[in-house]
């Protein structure tokens, strides 16, 4: 066995033994065990009461992170030790695979963040929805009334099946290629909380989708399956494996197969086991399926994926076709294949809050029939609105801060959790991409380009600043909190990572400035048509600095 091999820690080269702490702690509990020590000892004994491996490991098995304390300074997070930077309270976050809720639904989540969550909601840019403030005495209560419903908190965190992507129009609009909802549902009853697949190298990201505007972002996740139709007219998915961003940003690479529907799991199912069983166990930092795809290639991937876990040949496919926009976030108002409508709004960088979720619940039952749909960018949607409710609907929102017609700086600016809870950030982002916003909007009120901006408060890449026109990496500059500038990343008719301009820092306080400047030299030197995207990696590095 070549050492260099061995070395990488992979389970199929007869690897097993732990080469980190993380591995160590797998080893010793599986993650999904976590769950009824919390309802057994910790909920009973409080926070005190948790087992560190626990509490900084397996906890996030069940959606679970230790929030950050307030008052630590940027400076001060990779300085301190774990325990040093958590507060007693935790981030929880509710997966909602394939973005689909009931009003029902909604209020429970709603009334969780009311009462244990002190208000506060975040719709993340992976269809969940994420509260803080919980406390663990509070956890079997939370669970109970989201299981209810039909809502868990099983593998949203962790070294597991995530969340999995879907449209969040499926079944509702003419153009979508194939409906996904009954594959994805499929994926998780049969997987999600499987220990066969409970313990995987790292997170392992998935998406299904038919849509036509490629709403799920293919290029970057783990697994993707994109709808296509073949060469004999049949509906079914292209595979792309390997993509995510964080610090080593990588796109998805086709794999080159046709997968029916009626294979999809089996599919998902023996992909995430190559993973499983060949993924880089050695390093956390080279963990991810995106290193094991750069060093094998699609080739060898799909004969191992082929040979090893299928034991069947998969035809060769076709790729997807370009998008039939280069918007994906389903916000306005778009004609249901019934005649019907469906109303996307922006919300303000993801945060809502309990109340305002409630109010949305109300809404879709007065307008629609209680369908609401959270996409991958923040947004949410209502379905099901009659033509002659649209208006009311629409002013309805309006009232509520929530804009069915936003601006183009509010409907594509994005930000991640930040320092307000989490432990990693290095700055402040969900307040200041909201100040942002509004400067940007009193300053450009004309610009209707497609932009986005997205604010992220570390390397890691949770508010995609990689692969937004203007990207914010948050760091520390001259002592205060500002952000490292990439420019031209963009996810759609053309797929680039922003081009990071070498030493180009910002303070926190001028980005507004900064913005400013660069879009005003984008719409006088642009070309006729040309995207921002296009027109940031050919212009001269000095102006856009």
Not at 55 to 70: E, H, I, K
Not at 98 to 114: F, K
Request: aromatic share 8%; glycine share 10%.
């Amino acid at each position: 066995m070549p050492p260099t091999q061995k070395a990488q820690g992979q389970w199929a080269l007869g690897y097993r033994e732990p080469l980190n702490p993380n591995e160590r702690m797998k080893k010793d509990s599986d993650g999904l065990e976590v769950r009824q020590r919390i309802i057994d000892v910790y909920a009973k004994g409080g926070f005190d009461s948790i087992d560190p491996g626990d509490l900084r490991g397996r906890m996030r098995w069940m959606g679970l992170y230790t929030q950050r304390a307030a008052g630590i300074p940027g400076g001060k997070t990779a300085v301190l030790e774990p325990e040093d930077l958590e507060a007693p309270y935790f981030m929880l976050r509710v997966r909602i695979d394939g973005g689909q809720l009931s009003s029902e639904q909604l209020r429970v989540v709603a009334g969780i963040s009311t009462e244990f969550g002190r208000g506060v909601a975040d719709v993340t840019d992976r269809q969940n929805v994420q509260l803080h403030w919980i406390r663990i005495e509070d956890v079997p209560t939370i669970w109970e009334r989201l299981e209810a419903v039909g809502l868990s908190t099983t593998e949203a965190c962790g070294d597991t099946p995530r969340v999995v992507l879907g449209c969040p129009l499926a079944g509702v609009l003419d153009d979508e290629l194939l409906d996904a909802t009954d594959v994805i549902a499929d994926v998780v009853e049969q997987y999600v909380g499987d220990p066969r697949f409970s313990n995987l190298p790292r997170k392992f990201k998935s998406s299904i989708s038919g849509c036509t505007h490629h709403c799920t972002n293919h290029e970057i996740n783990d697994v993707a399956f994109v709808g296509v139709r073949n060469a004999a007219g049949e509906a079914g998915y292209d595979l792309w494996v390997g993509g995510g961003l964080s610090t080593n940003p990588m796109f998805a690479q086709r794999i080159g197969v046709f997968v029916r529907p009626d294979q999809v799991a089996d599919v998902w199912a023996g992909v995430c086991s190559v993973f499983r069983d060949y993924g880089y166990r050695r390093s956390r930092t080279h963990a991810r399926i995106k290193f094991l795809i750069a060093d094998w290639g699609t080739e060898k991937f799909r004969q191992v994926l082929q040979d090893e876990y299928l034991h069947e040949a998969l035809p060769d496919g076709v790729a997807p076709a370009q998008p039939a926009t280069d918007q994906r976030d389903h916000v306005g108002v778009a004609r249901q294949r019934d005649g019907r409508n469906a109303v996307g709004f922006a919300l303000n960088t993801g945060r809502i809050g309990g109340e305002l979720l409630s109010t949305v619940a109300d809404l879709a039952d007065r307008f629609g029939e209680g369908r609401i749909r959270t996409t991958a960018d923040q947004k949410l949607v209502v379905l099901d609105v009659p033509d002659e409710s649209v208006e009311e609907l629409v002013a309805a929102l309006a009232e509520h801060d929530l804009q069915v017609r936003p601006s183009a700086f509010r409907r594509a600016t994005m930000a991640c959790t930040g320092i307000e809870f989490c432990k990693l950030a290095i700055v402040e982002t969900k307040g200041h991409a909201k100040e942002l916003t509004a400067e940007l909007e009193r300053r450009l009120p004309d610009f209707d380009q497609p932009i986005t901006i997205n604010v992220n408060g570390c390397p890691n890449s949770c508010a995609r600043f990689q692969t937004a026109d203007i990207g914010f990496k948050g760091m520390m500059v001259g002592g205060e909190e500002g952000f490292q500038v990439h420019l031209g990343g963009h996810l759609g008719f053309t797929s680039s990572i922003g081009r990071k301009l070498r030493g180009h820092k910002v303070a926190a306080t001028d980005t507004a400035d900064y913005v400013e400047r660069v879009l005003t030299g984008y719409l006088e030197h642009r070309t006729d048509g040309e995207a921002f995207a296009a027109y940031a990696a050919r212009a001269d590095e000095d102006w856009l600095r």
